[in-house]
């Protein structure tokens, strides 16, 4: 069971075009907005957007961070993102591996 003071950790999920998903990550954890940062494989995306049903490959990415760097990431993210509306979701970990979660602390700042 982690330390209640990690509850400070958070994941966000991200969908990026397939082509530079890897540079993406690796771009978020030079900046230390990320302790990880997992490019899943390609996927198709679905949806609306500007009254037309859409379908993309895409790559989710799903970034562990601490609550505090979230601005810095969302800055980040916008900047690098080639989307108008990027996905960007943050969920809370509420409990985890204690070790990892200060590992995830450590990293980021």
Known sequence: MADPALA???LV?????DEGADDFARNLIEARV??????LPVMTSTYQWEGQIESEPERQVIIKTTRGAV??????????HPFDVPEFVVVPISDGNAAY?????????
Do not use: E, I, K, M
Not at 13 to 17: E, H, L, Q, R
Not at 71 to 80: C, E
């Open 8 to 10: 400070d950790c958070v």
């Open 13 to 17: 999920f991200v969908t990026v075009p």
């Open 34 to 39: 990320a302790a990880c940062v997992s490019v």
């Open 71 to 80: 601005p810095a990431l969302w800055d980040r993210v916008r900047h690098l």
């Open 101 to 109: 979660l200060q590992w995830v602390r450590n990293s980021v700042g």
